[in-house]
């Protein structure tokens, strides 16, 4: 079976750093994804791990401990149009979705 | 950039009925999808299609549900018999392919099914 876990919600000041963890259990593991998705939008791609680090890009950053079954997605300078849901997914095949963390970014 | 494009986005139908939802993904892509995402839940996957046929499928995938790829561009999802808890935005998405089928699926902008 396949189980992915993330914190339902955070809050977060503008300007601020955040980090939003997942974990996984799966049978079968072909990398880490994140995506982002605002309310009532499609999610889109944000990230891919499939080795063990961090991977940079821009203000997004992604990290991945594959012994650990453990990823996070980290935001840097935060803005108000980052409030939004991101999701981790473990992209295996097919891509399964956990049930994602909605970001607030406050003023 | 090129996207994927779903039709219609909004789709209202009585139960029992048949719904018929499009997708036109992107050109150079080989991988196609739909999942469903039932309203404050999480992204479910239905199916995903290659090489003209279906590649793999969920639970929910049952035989209410059928996929068609009728040309060279369009990706259909049709659902016979509509129950109430088929209400849900369906996206459809699509991957080039080159580094798995997973990576990098672009997501179309939803059809919301309401099923009254």
């Known amino acids: 079976g396949q189980n992915i876990d993330q914190p339902t919600e955070m809050t977060a000041t503008e300007g601020a750093i955040v980090q939003i963890n997942c974990t996984y259990q799966t049978s079968g593991f072909n990398g880490l994804f994140w995506y982002q998705q605002h309310a009532g939008e499609a999610p889109t791609f944000l990230s891919y791990?499939?080795?063990?680090g961090l991977e940079e890009k821009g203000r997004f950053s992604s990290f991945l401990s594959r012994s650990k079954g453990y990823s996070y997605l980290l935001l840097k300078e935060l803005q108000m149009k980052d409030s939004a849901s991101y999701l981790c997914a473990c992209g295996n095949t097919p891509l399964v979705f956990g049930k994602g963390t909605r970001l607030s970014v406050i003023a | 950039e090129p996207e994927v494009t779903q039709t219609p986005s909004h789709q209202v139908t009585q139960m029992g009925q048949e719904v018929i939802l499009r997708c036109v993904p992107i050109?150079?892509?080989?991988?196609f999808y739909w999942y469903r995402q039932i309203l404050g839940q999480k992204v479910e996957f239905l199916v995903s299609?290659?090489?003209?046929?279906?590649?793999?499928k969920s639970e929910i995938f049952d035989d209410q549900f059928s996929v068609e790829r009728p040309d060279g561009s369009n990706f259909t999802l049709k659902i016979r018999s509509t129950k109430l808890e088929d209400s849900a935005m369906y996206f459809c998405?699509?991957?080039?392919?080159?580094?798995?089928?997973?990576?990098?699926?672009?997501f179309g902008p939803g059809t919301r099914l309401t099923v009254t």
């Open positions: 998405a699509s991957s080039e392919g080159s580094r798995g089928p997973s990576y990098e699926q672009y």
């Open positions: 299609f290659y090489n003209n046929e279906i590649s793999e």
């Open positions: 791990n499939v080795l063990d």
């Open positions: 050109s150079n892509h080989l991988y």
